[in-house]
């Protein structure tokens, strides 16, 4: 079955940099994107991008632009996150996220089980 | 950029009740070529991430109970929850797919009254 797995709980300092993983399994990796999510305390998802599990292809939302990169490793089935120069307003919970379609638009079947990001001085 | 907008923010309803949530486009999710809406629906438990529920704006995602309906076309869609359960209490957002850039609606929570 699928699943997506992420890395841990991270706290970070304003100014600092977070790098959050998602290794996926249970599908051939190549075939699908993995869209990044997040979702700040009591509010609602918004859309940080999405990268291709074919070549890297990525595409970012237009809020994230120049502060947010997205790589594969396809040794590990592995998708990662780096968000750069966090503010207080980045803390979230981030998902990764496997729609049903091999480009960046569809629907979100599987969902990883969330990271929260915490950014406190 | 499409905007999604639900309404209502929150709604309380009886056990066994129906529940109606709304969900407006500024822009049509239907493709003429296909004749398909691009439109989910998604369910939030506190605590989890979400589930999808319903896509093409009707189609039950498996697993997902009866009770849970999709309806609506072009800019204006509903989901129905028609007999209401202690499980449904949750946050239900819609979503559009229209463009690759994953627009959700800001979300309607469901509780028991």
């Known amino acids: 079955q699928v699943q997506l797995v992420q890395s841990g709980h991270e706290v970070k300092k304003p100014g600092a940099s977070v790098k959050v993983s998602c290794k996926a399994s249970g599908y051939n990796f190549n075939t699908y994107g993995i869209t990044w999510m997040r979702q700040a305390p009591g509010q609602g998802l918004e859309w940080v991008g999405w990268?291709?599990?074919?070549?890297?292809?990525?595409n970012y939302a237009q809020n994230f632009q120049g502060r947010v990169s997205m790589t594969i490793d396809t040794s590990t089935n592995s998708v990662y996150m780096e968000l750069k120069s966090l503010t207080s307003h980045d803390t979230a919970v981030y998902f990764c996220?496997?729609?049903?379609?091999?480009?960046?638009?569809?629907?979100?079947?599987?969902w990883g089980q969330g990271t929260l990001v915490t950014v406190s001085s | 950029d499409i905007v999604m907008t639900q309404s209502p923010d929150s709604l309380a309803v009886s056990l066994g009740e129906r529940a109606t949530i709304h969900c407006k486009s500024n822009q049509t999710l239907l493709y003429s070529s296909n004749k398909k809406n691009y439109l989910a629906w998604y369910q939030q438990r506190s605590g989890q991430p979400p589930r999808l529920l319903l896509y093409w704006a009707s189609t039950r995602e498996s697993g997902v109970p009866d009770r849970f309906r999709g309806s609506g076309s072009g800019t204006d869609f509903t989901l129905t929850i028609t007999s209401l359960q202690p499980e449904d209490v949750a946050v239900y957002y819609c979503q559009q797919y229209y463009t690759s850039s994953w627009i959700f609606g800001q979300g309607t929570r469901v509780e028991i009254k």
């Open positions: 996220v496997r729609a049903d379609s091999k480009s960046a638009a569809g629907w979100g079947r599987f």
């Open positions: 990268i291709s599990g074919y070549d890297g292809t990525t």
